[in-house]
Every structure is written in C-alpha cells, then in structure tokens.
Antibody, heavy 117, light 107 residues
Framework: EVQLVESGGGLVQPGGSLRVSCAASGFKFSSNWMSWVRQAPGKGLEWVASITDDGSQKFYVDSVKGRFSISRDNAQNSLSLQMNSLRAEDTAVYYC??????????WGQGTLVTVSS | EIVLTQSPATLSLSPGERATLSCRASQSVSSYLAWYQHKPGQAPRLLIYDASNRATGIPARFSGSGSGTDFTLTIISLEPEDFAVYYCQQRSDWPITFGQGTRLEIK
C-alpha cells in the first residue's frame, strides 16, 4: 500500500524558515517524480514544486522560486521542502504527492504551515 | 502560464442526478488533463488522467472527455459520497496548474 506521511508543519513568524518532510513507503520511491502541492485556507490547490526521480531536476512555481528548495533522499525514501523567507501567503496545508506520467496518483494527508506573528 | 477555468463554481444536484463539470484551458494542453476529487480533511484523489482514462479503483460512473482546450467530467447517477470539490489539472507545460475548483453540493 502506498503511503505518504508528511511532518514538520507548524507556526512560524514571517521571514522565518521551516522544513517539511514526507516519508514514503509501499512503492519504489526512486522510480517516481515527487511534488509538493498546497492549499491555502479557503482556496484551491496550488502546485508548488516537483523533483525528478533522481533529484537532478527541480521545478518551482514562480511565487516560491529563490525561497523554497525541494530535495529527496532515495536511500531514506524521503522528500523534503525547505521553506525560507516565509510570508503570510505561504500559510497552507502542504501535500506530498507521488507523480506518474502526467498525473499525481497518490497524495499524503498534508501538514499545516501557518505563517503569522 | 496555462490558466484553467472551471465552471460552474458550484453545482447543486440531488443523488441520482447527472453532473457535468467543465474545465477550459487558456491554450491547448493536448490530452494532458487530470481530474481530482477533494473532500474536507482528506487527501485529494485522482479520478481521471489523460482526459479520459479512469484511475485505478474509480467507479465507472465517472468519465472524462475532451482534448485541446475544452474538457468535461461527467458523473452519472450521483452517489452521496460524490459530493465534494473537483479540480482539473494540466501537466502539458510548466508550471503545472489547477483550475479553481467546482463545488458539487447536495440540493
């Protein structure tokens, strides 16, 4: 059974940093691209970042470029998102997502990140 | 950036009725469009990929159609568990984008 379990969410002040992680199990982690998708309170889904299966390429939505960094450890079956210079508009539930060919087939339950003073 | 516009924003129907949800892209996405169902407090669920292919375990009452810029998700004979928010997503080009969602509510 595919499982994606996020952790690391919490309350952080504007301008601060936070790292959220995702523990993957039930599939060959090193064979899949992975992504982070977020949902701000009362809003829709927004793609944040993706990383290739070997970690050699990374893609970001413009609003987080230069502030967020996606990474993975295929030996540990884990995905991370380092978030720096956080803003109030980054407040959201962050979902870890397994990607297939042109689709996102498994999603975690999400971890809430709140940016507030 | 490819903008996806979903309509209607809210759809009020009764169980047993047919739901038709629309997603229009600002430029062609070929058939690289997916649909997701999202319920409060749950992980989103993949329903349809490549415009018309049902994902594993998705009931046959869900179907997708379209190509290019106009896409439709159809749910025939709504079940109580189908009331949720539905999103379309394009993966034809970066950045990946989602529509703003259609809320399917019980009438």
């Amino acid at each position: 059974e595919v499982q994606l379990v996020e952790s690391g969410g919490g309350l952080v002040q504007p301008g601060g940093s936070l790292r959220v992680s995702c523990a993957a199990s039930g599939f060959k982690f090193s064979s899949n691209w992975m992504s982070w998708v977020r949902q701000a309170p009362g809003k829709g889904l927004e793609w944040v970042a993706s990383i290739t299966d070997d970690g050699s390429q990374k893609f970001y939505v413009d609003s987080v470029k230069g502030r967020f960094s996606i990474s993975r450890d295929n030996a540990q079956n884990s995905l991370s998102l380092q978030m720096n210079s956080l803003r109030a508009e980054d407040t959201a539930v962050y979902y870890c997502v397994r990607d297939g060919i042109r689709l996102s087939d498994y999603w975690g339950q999400g971890t809430l990140v709140t940016v507030s003073s | 950036e490819i903008v996806l516009t979903q309509s209607p924003a809210t759809l009020s129907l009764s169980p047993g009725e047919r739901a038709t949800l629309s997603c229009r892209a600002s430029q062609s996405v070929s058939s690289y469009l997916a649909w997701y169902q999202h319920k409060p407090g749950q992980a989103p669920r993949l329903l349809i990929y490549d415009a018309s292919n049902r994902a594993t375990g998705i009931p046959a009452r869900f179907s997708g159609s379209g190509s290019g810029t106009d896409f439709t998700l159809t749910i025939i004979s709504l079940e109580p568990e189908d009331f949720a928010v539905y999103y379309c997503q394009q993966r034809s080009d970066w950045p990946i984008t989602f529509g703003q969602g259609t809320r399917l509510e019980i009438k």
